[in-house]
């Protein structure tokens, strides 16, 4: 038998893992975790509830923003949010758990409800236990990254993990970082809590990984919706509790420096892998930039895999799963003697920007993407405005491009407009099996938002037949 510990059992990376190498009678399997309550974090903290306090605040988006409707704008009570967001995750989480405790009910699993620390390469303390499996697979997870401005330690910082859980905010607020976490929970703040922000953010601009006219849209939408004030390429550099109870930032912001007050602070700058209390300090094991290879393996230790937002690579659920699987096959042919894959995904990756009024979608290549890989692309792009149905919804904000090969294949898809999120997995298919654009059928049933994807179907096929 070969035996694997499966370090972060409840986990969407780790869960997925012990399931694929459970059905394999020559594999031990040894789950480990010790959530209190064990559930995942997509489940706890992360994409679950996110979204069930960001559809509050969407439906009184829609009524503020809609001059049909007449009469008094509604509040949202946020002790319901709250109150209900925990009910369904309470729900979602228990799902999980059964699960992962029906999965060792089975005779080549067990699951232990400890911490595991490494002692030495590949030895785990586990409890009043020492195991030394065969290969060990890291799915620990991510926690917030809080960064390290000097005073941050000394004020009442909210993370995202704490709006999750609030009830009550104060009037104003100042906002460091506005990447996906910032993006989803800045307009929460403003709509929900009703709240003036201000968003500091070192980037010269928002969504990094979309051309620059999606940032440049979006940040307009934000500051017109929301009247949120956003400072882009500024950089926090103190922080401090002011006499009445709130906080002072200092900033540098165009060369020149601000100092900012508002009742609360959030740091919604990003997670890290969630590392520390595992003792890979007692390993050959170093984290860092390319500590773990292509096949989701430590470079460090091949016995070791790293998998989830526990690598630092890519961390998104659908993600997180695929490398679970990838890994237990990878662990598979390992002991088969057989030579490892790679884990290439297809860029997928979805923000619920704009309390998902206007989110954003990226399947596979932008335009300059696919020229860095060698693609002359016919990229063409279009405005949400310019399909009626998005005037009818009453959401004509946005844009979406396609990019395609000169082969006619589908290289990629971006969407900033409603229902972008929807439409990246139709995409994710179009791309992933290299379909021809000219192939693709005109079958969106009318009056439905898909409709702006046959408009640039349709818009690629006539440049390559000229």
Not at 216 to 240: G, H, K, M, P, Q
Not at 290 to 318: C, F, K, M, S
Not at 403 to 427: F, I, N, S
Request: aromatic residues 6%; charged residues 25%.
């Amino acid at each position: 038998m070969t035996h694997v510990a499966v370090i972060g059992a409840y986990g969407s990376a780790g869960v997925v893992v012990a399931q694929q190498l459970a059905d394999d009678p020559t594999m031990e399997i040894t789950m480990i975790d010790d959530g209190d309550p064990g559930g995942g974090l997509c489940i706890l903290r992360g994409c679950m509830p996110s979204k069930e306090v960001l559809s509050a605040a969407e439906h009184r988006f829609a009524a503020r923003h809609d001059e049909r409707l007449t009469g008094e704008v509604p509040d949202v009570d946020l002790e319901q949010v709250v109150e209900r967001k925990n009910e369904h995750t309470s729900n979602w989480a228990g799902h999980r758990r059964s699960a992962t405790e029906a999965l060792a009910e089975r005779e080549n699993v067990e699951f232990l409800q400890e911490t595991a620390r490494f002692v030495d390469d590949r030895v785990l303390e586990v409890g009043d236990r020492v195991l030394e499996p065969d290969y060990v697979v890291i799915a620990t997870g991510s926690t917030v990254n809080v960064p390290p401005i000097p005073g941050i330690e000394d004020v009442p910082l909210q993370t995202s993990a704490d709006v999750l859980d609030s009830t009550s905010f104060g009037d104003t607020g100042l906002v460091i970082g506005m990447g996906v976490i910032g993006l989803e929970l800045v307009p929460y703040l403003s709509e929900a809590a009703d709240m003036d922000l201000t968003v500091v953010e070192m980037l010269p601009g928002l969504l990094g990984q979309a051309d620059d006219e999606y940032g440049e849209e979006l940040l307009a939408f934000y500051r017109d919706a929301f009247d949120i004030d956003v400072l882009l390429d500024a950089e926090t550099n103190e922080i401090e509790t002011t006499a009445a109870g709130g906080v002072r930032m200092t900033v540098t912001h165009e060369g020149a420096t601000h100092e900012l007050e508002a009742d609360d602070v959030f740091a919604f700058t990003g997670r890290k892998p969630a590392l520390d209390g595992v003792g890979i300090e007692e390993t050959a094991i170093e984290p860092g930039p390319g500590w773990v290879d292509d096949t989701l393996r430590a470079v460090d230790d091949e016995r070791v895999y790293v998998v989830g937002d526990a690598n630092g690579r890519q961390p998104i659920l659908h993600v997180a799963k695929e490398e679970g699987a990838h890994a237990a096959a990878n662990i598979q042919r390992d002991v088969a003697g057989e030579p490892l894959t790679e884990y290439d995904p297809t860029h997928h990756y979805v923000i619920f920007s704009g309390l998902g009024v206007l989110p954003f979608a990226r399947v596979g290549h932008t335009g300059e993407s696919a020229r860095e890989a060698g693609y002359d692309p016919v990229v063409v792009s279009t405005d949400a405005a310019d399909d009626g149905v998005f005037k009818a919804k009453n959401v004509p904000e946005g844009l979406a491009t396609l990019v395609v090969a000169r082969d006619g294949t589908v290289l990629g898809y971006q969407g900033l407009h409603y229902h972008a999120d929807a439409m990246a997995k139709t995409m994710q298919i179009v791309v992933e099996m290299g379909l021809d654009v000219r192939d693709l059928p005109d079958r969106a049933y009318h009056p439905t938002t898909p409709e702006i994807l046959d408009g640039l179907f349709k818009d690629a096929a006539a440049h390559l037949d000229h």
